[in-house]
């Protein structure tokens, strides 16, 4: 990629955390960008800061506003919006939809929405926020890890579906990231995800080395190229591991 100076950029869930550091950097880069965040504060303190433009909301209801704000084009959307859902197969059924709608449908209806127009120009570009979780698991976060997955599913399925037209897709899959919702995980966050937690910069950086280097999938964090080529070629071994980490947690809660 180029540039993106000039292009028109959707970020979502960009009120902090990894969506204010894409929004910074698209900014930075001369795109123009709309800000989304479900919290109108941190939508505008972000959008003022950059010079973009503040569409505050729902991840899935805003997508033809936040097109018309752009003045009807949009060349990146970046379904960055997400939901840390702890809990396990006995969370209550709210919690499952309700990670299944943000973490996967926001991104099916951003996509009904944007595609068409994408097809029809020949060019587009669709960037999810899925987490390594999709790629791996979370250990105490069931409905996150089985929607993150879902996230991954679908990014998948569109880039080998429409590439050849011209619609470019990154998945991007870190393991933590210094951000609230990092925090939110608690302890199983601490055991897993704090020790090489990164900086959200860091994960726009690999965005855009990813972008430049027309790859699908953006790994913030290299070593998870391992573990997910661990967990294809020996399930056995990566589930035994995953369960002495998952045993180690329970015995940190006891």
Wanted: proline fraction near 4%; include cysteine.
């Amino acid at each position: 990629m180029d540039t993106v100076q000039g292009t028109n950029v959707v970020v979502t869930g960009a009120g902090g955390g990894i969506g204010a550091a894409l929004a910074r950097r698209f900014a930075a880069e001369g795109a123009r960008v709309v800000v989304n965040d479900i919290d109108p504060a941190r939508t505008k303190a972000v959008a003022d800061e950059i010079g973009g433009i503040p569409v505050a909301g729902d991840a899935s209801a805003i997508v033809e506003e936040a097109r018309d704000a752009l003045g009807g084009t949009v060349d990146v959307y970046c379904a960055n919006a997400g939901l840390a859902s702890p809990g396990d197969a006995f969370a209550d059924e709210e919690v499952w939809a309700a990670a299944w709608d943000v973490n996967v449908m926001a991104h099916v209806r951003a996509v009904r929405t944007l595609l068409p127009g994408w097809l029809e120009r020949g060019s587009g570009r669709f960037v999810s926020t899925v987490s390594a979780a999709g790629l791996l698991t979370m250990v105490g976060a069931a409905p996150y890890s089985v929607s993150k997955h879902g996230a991954y599913a679908f990014a998948e399925w569109l880039s080998l579906t429409y590439r050849h037209r011209g619609l470019k897709v990154h998945a991007i899959c870190p393991q933590g990231v210094r951000t609230d919702m990092l925090t939110a995980a608690g302890s199983a966050g601490d055991l897993v995800l704090a020790p090489t937690a990164i900086e959200p910069e860091d994960v726009a950086d690999a965005l855009f080395a990813g972008m430049g280097a027309d790859r699908f999938l953006i790994l913030p964090h290299p070593e998870v190229a391992g573990y997910y080529r661990a967990r294809a070629t020996d399930p056995e071994r990566w589930l035994n591991s995953m369960s002495h980490i998952q045993q180690t947690w329970e015995g940190s809660r006891q």
